[in-house]
């Protein structure tokens, strides 16, 4: 087990298949590295801080635990580097490919940027984090995680942002299903949200310009606002909920919201047929901002 702890190494064109190559290492510089081999080594980089890599390539486990101050940048982790960044914190990420199982969890200030994502139950329990101009595939994607701010993300898979509170998602596409259940505080502008059951149980939901497709979305939800939005496929809509909606495109059918007001310009069912649903549905004018593409 090496230690590597002088301040301003740097390593460039070296290969590592050791367990815990460069254990505890502080103020160093990795380039053009690879974190490989027949000895199946893993966590390289664990307890160190102060690090910055480049233009290196991991395909070993755990590379990144208990880290601080971390920049990677031009860099690729396959799918056998699993669970590389674990319990680390002031993390950026740019220009890499992360495609490990689990590549990110309960970490903290994490700033992701042009990065391609392929990595089931990513970023769990992570805290202020930052995404943009980034691609992910994933499933249970960013479960319970806190303070997040996406912009210009795209993402496919299922189960995304349960349990997550305090967000702000803008300018995304979320090709998904089972989206921001029981989500807290949660706001997305200008996004395309493209799945079935959409936020159930969710408290403090906005959304603002939005495209919204798939069944039985927003329903037993809390404090739920819809702003200059468009609804396409959305049948059995804000069952249970409170709710203020402003709709610009038709919704196939609204059943028993708790609460509020849903105006659309035009509802083709409302179904009510529950004593403690007390929800107003207002049909407004079609040129009421109807626009179909």
Known sequence: MANNSNYGKIIEDKTFDEERALYGCDGITVSRC????????????KEGKNIEVAESYFNLRYPFWHDKNLKIKNSEMTDKCRAPL??????????????????LRECKDI????????????????????????????EYFML????????????????????????????????????????????????????EY????????????????????????????????EMYETDLSFEKSEVEAEVTTKIDSVKNPLSGVIK?????????????????????????????D
């Not at 674990?86 to 590549?103: P, Q, R």
């Open 264 to 292: 659309a310009p035009e509802v083709d069912e409302i179904i009510m047929d529950d004593i403690n649903a007390k929800g107003i549905v207002e049909k407004v004018d079609k040129s009421y901002n109807y626009v179909v």
């Open 86 to 103: 674990w319990y680390s914190e002031n993390i950026e990420i740019y220009d890499t490919k992360m495609h490990g199982v689990k590549a």
């Open 198 to 229: 959409l936020a159930w149980y969710s408290d403090g939901l906005t959304l603002i310009d939005c495209k919204i497709k798939g069944t039985q979305p927003l329903c037993y939800c809390k404090n739920l606002k819809l702003i200059n939005c």
């Open 144 to 195: 319970r995680g806190e303070d997040i701010t996406f912009n210009n993300v795209y993402f496919k898979g299922k189960y995304s942002f349960q349990y997550i509170k305090n967000a702000t998602f803008e300018n995304c596409y979320f090709d998904t299903k089972d989206a921001f259940w029981h989500a807290e505080n949660v706001t997305v502008k200008n996004c395309v949200v493209n799945g």
């Open 34 to 45: 690879s974190f490989d081999g027949p000895a199946d080594g893993e966590s390289a980089f």
């Open 111 to 138: 700033c992701i940027k042009n990065c391609d994502i392929i990595s089931p139950e990513f970023g769990w329990s992570v805290k202020n984090i930052t995404m943009t101009d980034t691609k992910a595939e994933s």
